[in-house]
């Protein structure tokens, strides 16, 4: 699973913009981006914070961790 995959999921169940594929501090989204180290992070980005963030080895865990986490709250 990639980020196409994540999009091609949620367009046809949550509004696009929970998400953020490479802005650091959205205002209130989940956020997946590769990191300097090369790290898949996944966090909530609310007011400047990255929330609950885990670093991944691999694309596919963290798109996976993140459609969890989008499904999880709703």
Known sequence: MNRDDV???ISDSYPFDIVSFD???????YC???NQENK???Y???RGNKNDLKE???ESE???DLLKRIKKST
């Open 62 to 64: 963290a798109c996976t």
């Open 7 to 9: 999009i091609r999921i």
């Open 40 to 42: 898949w992070e996944v």
């Open 44 to 46: 909530y980005s609310e």
């Open 56 to 58: 991944f080895n691999s």
């Open 23 to 29: 802005q650091e501090f959205p205002n209130e989204a």
């Open 32 to 34: 997946i981006r590769l």
